[in-house]
């Protein structure tokens, strides 16, 4: 039962346009939502979140955005450069996990080409 | 600051032989986890910690046992290597209030 799925394991796009990398969930329990990045050989690392309360998040070029009703998150990257290459997961925690425990999307591997 | 470190970096065990791998943080976190990553299967929980002396299972916890006797420590243990339990593992920690969790650069563990 994959409780957070990405559908698109690869993007490419060209550098300085608009990525946008989609994330679905199927638990309604669900209230907290974060984006990793995760280069080759390197842990995954923090990108930024966002909580059930809000439907939009804002960091520099990373904007975040949730809609609830279609439990469905997505993350734009405005403009891409080519160091933004790299696998992005999404990850989602409820309230009601046991240990605030995330739960990952596959990953999107992302392609910006110069 | 290191952040969290994870010991080794990469190991080659035959099928049935033993190994623990070593997670170490500096932040004081009061929660340590430790994920496999497979392809095409994201990162999938083991085991979790939410304080020293206590650890819970994860998602896919067969195969493995940990330990959480020092705050700062958290213990993977693979007690009789198989084929299947060749992966990438991560380990993580997070501070009790924030809901974000600071990985490892991982250890590379192949099975032959």
């Known amino acids: 039962d994959q409780q957070v799925k990405q559908n698109s394991p690869s993007l490419s796009v060209q550098e300085g346009r608009i990525s946008i990398l989609n994330c679905d969930y199927t638990?309604?329990?669900?209230?907290?939502f974060l984006w990793y990045k995760k280069y080759p050989a390197e842990g995954p690392t923090f990108l930024i979140s966002i909580s059930s309360i809000k439907d939009k998040n804002e960091d520099g070029r990373f904007t975040v955005f949730l809609n609830k009703s279609a439990k469905h998150l997505s993350l734009h990257i405005v403009p891409s450069q080519p160091g933004d290459s790299a696998v992005y997961f999404c990850a989602a925690s409820g309230r009601e996990t046991s240990g605030s425990r995330l739960t990952f999307g596959e990953g999107t591997q992302l392609t910006v080409n110069p | 600051n290191a952040g969290v470190t994870q010991t080794p970096k990469f190991r080659v065990l035959k099928t049935g032989q033993s190994m623990t791998l070593l997670c170490a943080q500096d932040?004081?976190?009061?929660?340590m986890y430790w994920y496999r990553q497979d392809p095409g299967m994201g990162l999938r929980l083991i085991h979790y910690?939410?304080?020293?002396?206590?650890?819970a299972k994860g998602e896919v916890p067969d195969g493995y046992n940990v330990s959480r006797l020092k705050k700062q420590n958290f213990l993977l243990g693979l007690e009789s290597a198989a084929p299947s339990q060749t992966s990438v593992y991560f380990c993580?920690?997070?501070?009790?209030?924030?809901?974000?969790?600071?990985f490892g650069p991982g250890t590379r563990l192949t099975v032959l």
């Open positions: 993580a920690s997070r501070s009790r209030p924030y809901n974000e969790q600071f």
């Open positions: 638990n309604s329990m669900f209230d907290y």
């Open positions: 932040m004081n976190h009061e929660y």
């Open positions: 910690s939410v304080g020293e002396g206590t650890t």
